[in-house]
């Protein structure tokens, strides 16, 4: 007996061990689910917009910010970053590769008068986002108008015939026979918030059962009763009523009721008697995760229970968004819903006017935090070209987990936390689809097939008539793209160069070395392998529509014309392009005549007689040296040498340069600049657009194609008048595209004079540590 009583016992706990056993080798696959799944290293991308009504002769200013999903960190070996304008139909107008350095990048796409009045799109992404089954590419919206055919669809308002209601219920399935809380969300038909309160639930007798309160942005949530059948949402907008059925009630599924607190999260998991049957004494999973951290938590639905309660300490969620999933013992998704664990403060910043530097207004600020990285967009207070939504917060901190490409504004719901704002932001993470589906993450994680570029990769093949290739190597060389480098030839006669940095269009110089021979100038085209990337999900626009009507009315800005006068009132009075580059604020400019290319012929010539600097030549050798002795033994230094933002080694080059291919310099013969090579004294040159350096000793001059957009200062469209209607709805005051702050949290920029009181300065930015700032100052000209 006793021997009978100890078997059963053993054959008891081996049970219960092998039960516990498979249990926690479910835990264990969930996680590694989500460890496949997410084991690449994600990038998103924010863009900052100079503004977002365009006339069709502007250009679109941005400056792109890329960050870390895994470390919450700029992603600072971004470097190859594409952006594409797309036309409402979907059709790719333009795509340009954009130079990302220490995580981020400015650029601009130049408009014209082929464009059509309408919406377009800019969509930024690299070669490394085509790994992934989500679209991790960033959207935004823009309009043009063409003045020539009026603003067409680019300002009309949305077809008031139509109207977007969309019921959410909470965890993804209307359960029968049960209560059941449900997200609606309410805009027009272009997916705009509407100027509506409430929304009224009726069942199929037409008897008003609740009165749902909307918030302004069109998100509320209500409890339909299990005995409600056939209902339906009513709204009423500007005397016209609109209808949408509550979508059919299954017999199996489970519902979500989740309520989040400071300190805990409560998930109330319902179903119906049907449901809970079938589950009953089967392990179910509460699996809490954002990417691939995670928890899990088993669970069970008694005997004639058809309901559980978890609390979730506030200890187990992850900064940020969220995804609570219900999973079956087949680890098959039943449910989901997105919650927030609330974030540290935003940051905050403080401009204040401090001077004047002759027609422009000096500004300093600072924010809270040291080491930034900023752009600032100023327009006029009453624009119609500033939007609340595309911001840095929504972009780093909410975009990424949620399905589509729809704006929101981040900023409202974080910058400023409070207890309603929080409850606002659940309520519109209730209203949303997780971006990452969980039959996916099972069964197909990604592959590394695309490889994350860093920098051109250029492959050439060395022709016969070169001769022997054993031993070869070929040098490339470009004074416009500041290159000097070596590649070895291998056994098929092919040289490949990789990370490179080069200007698209810029011209190089390919030359094979061999010892014992002299140096052979090549003449072929290397190709760029990399630098016209595809993107395997390019945005394809959701239909939209307009209320019909006539011209739509708008007053255009006032610019300058060809055919104006020339001594029009303009905000850009000096001519100099890039005096408001980072560094030449405090550097003399010089802008080169058709009379001085003539006179002093070299860039070398020029320097001698403006730099003041002492200038050496001997055998093709150029050296310059400081007036200024300021070492302590005695010693010259000589001037940091700048060829379009690219640092020279060398200051032979500037030999070779033509002063006809010069557009600016910027030079001082007394600037200190930090280096351990103790430099003394700043030389900064542009070139004319397409310039060229021409020698007699110089080799072939090969153009390249496919390379990184050239970067260029920031030029504002000549205005006639910065104080009627049409500079104020969308006008530019000033665009500041890279604003870094000191150890302090300091920054300074200045401002033209345009007669407007008041203005709107929108900030973006981050910290080398991942803090994030998004704020619209109102800055006076007083």
């Known amino acids: 007996m006793k021997r009978s009583l100890l078997a059963f016992i053993l054959l008891a706990l081996f049970g219960y061990s092998q039960k516990t056993t498979a249990q926690e080798n479910k835990k264990e696959q969930i996680a590694k689910y989500l ?110 108008i063409n003045e020539a055919e009026g603003a067409g669809t680019a300002l009309a308002k949305a077809d008031p015939s139509k109207m977007n209601i969309v019921f959410r219920p909470e965890g993804g399935t209307l359960v029968s026979d049960i209560n059941n809380t449900i997200g609606i969300s309410v805009t027009d038909c272009n997916n705009d918030p509407v100027a509506i309160s409430s929304a009224d639930i009726v069942d199929s007798s037409g008897r008003s059962l609740l009165k749902v309160q909307l918030n302004k942005k069109g998100y509320g949530k209500f409890e339909l009763p299990a005995t409600a059948s056939g209902c339906k949402a009513i709204v009423m907008v500007d005397g016209n009523k609109f209808e949408q059925p509550l979508p059919p009630p299954q017999a199996r599924g489970i519902a979500l009721d989740v309520n989040n607190f400071p300190d805990k999260t409560v998930v109330r998991i319902k179903t119906n008697k049907y449901t809970a049957d079938a589950f009953t004494g089967k392990p179910l999973y509460l699996l809490l995760h954002q990417d691939e951290q995670s928890a899990v938590y088993e669970f069970s639905f008694k005997p004639g229970s058809a309901e559980q309660t978890i609390a979730l300490p506030a200890a187990d969620l992850f900064e940020g968004v969220n995804t609570i999933r219900i999973l079956d013992n087949d680890l098959n998704e039943i449910a989901s819903r997105l919650i927030f664990k609330s974030l540290p403060q935003g940051l905050s910043a403080q401009i204040g006017r401090s001077g004047q530097k002759g027609d422009d207004i000096t500004y300093k600020g600072k924010v809270s935090y040291p080491n930034m990285n900023l752009s600032v967009s100023v327009l006029p207070e009453n624009s119609k070209s500033l939007v609340e939504t595309d911001d840095i917060y929504g972009s780093f901190l909410l975009l990424p987990h949620i399905h589509g490409h729809r704006p929101v504004s981040g900023r409202y719901y974080l910058a400023n936390a409070s207890r309603s704002k929080n409850y606002e932001l659940d309520l519109y993470l209730l209203n949303q689809s997780p971006k990452y589906k969980w039959n996916p993450i099972k069964s197909n994680p990604p592959a590394n097939k695309y490889q994350f570029d860093m920098g051109l990769t250029l492959k050439g093949t060395l022709p016969r008539i070169a001769g022997e290739a054993k031993f070869a190597k070929v040098r490339l060389y470009s004074i416009t793209s500041s290159l000097d480098v070596m590649a070895d030839v291998n056994e098929n006669r092919e040289f490949i160069f990789e990370n490179i940095v080069a200007v698209d269009s810029s011209y190089i110089n390919l030359t094979m070395l061999r010892k014992g021979e002299k140096p052979k100038e090549l003449t072929t085209t290397p190709l760029v392998t990399n630098g016209a990337r595809k993107f395997n999900k390019p945005y394809k626009p959701e239909p939209k529509f307009y209320q019909q009507s006539g011209p739509q009315d708008y007053d255009a800005p006032a610019v300058y014309r060809e055919m104006t006068m020339l001594d029009e009132v303009t905000i850009e009075a000096t001519g100099l392009k890039y005096a408001k580059n980072f560094g030449n604020g405090n550097l003399r400019a010089y802008k080169i005549s058709d009379s001085q290319e003539y006179m002093y012929q070299s860039l070398l010539n020029y320097i001698k007689t403006y730099g003041g600097f002492n200038v050496t030549e001997s055998n093709g050798q150029v050296r310059l040296t400081s007036r200024t002795v300021n070492t302590i033994n005695g010693g010259t230094s ?88 049409g500079f104020e709805n969308f006008g530019v005051i000033d665009w500041e595209p890279v604003l870094m702050t000191d150890e302090n949290g300091g920054f300074e920029f200045t401002l033209p004079k345009t007669g407007q009181k008041t203005m709107n300065a929108m900030i973006e930015g981050f910290s080398a540590d991942g803090k994030l700032i998004s704020e619209i100052k109102t800055i006076t000209a007083d």
Do not use: C
Request: no cysteine; proline share 3%; aromatic share 16%.
């Open 638 to 725: 000589g001037p940091i040498f700048y060829i379009d933002n690219m640092q020279q080694m060398d200051y032979s080059m500037m030999g070779m340069i033509q002063l006809s291919e010069v557009d600016e310099i910027y030079m001082s013969p007394h600037a200190i600049v930090p280096s351990v090579r103790n430099y003394m004294g700043i030389i900064r040159v542009y070139l004319k657009k397409g310039a060229r350096v021409n020698s007699k000793n110089a080799t072939p001059n090969i153009i390249l194609e496919n390379g990184f957009s050239k970067v260029t200062a920031f030029e504002n469209i000549k205005y006639t008048s910065t104080t009627d209607k």
């Open 35 to 144: 460890t496949d799944y997410f084991f690449l290293e994600r990038e998103n991308i924010h863009v900052h917009l100079n503004k977002h009504i365009f006339m069709s002769h502007e250009q679109v200013w941005f400056k792109g910010y890329v960050f870390h999903r895994r470390k919450n960190v700029p992603f600072f070996s971004t470097v190859n970053v594409y952006a594409s304008i797309i036309d409402q139909d979907g059709k790719i107008l333009d795509t340009q590769l954009i130079y990302g350095n220490i995580g981020s990048f400015s650029g601009n796409f130049k408009l014209n008068s082929q464009l059509r009045s309408g919406k377009y799109y800019l969509q930024f992404y690299t070669n490394w986002m085509n790994n992934f089954t989500e679209d991790e590419s960033a959207v935004y919206e823009i309009a043009i």
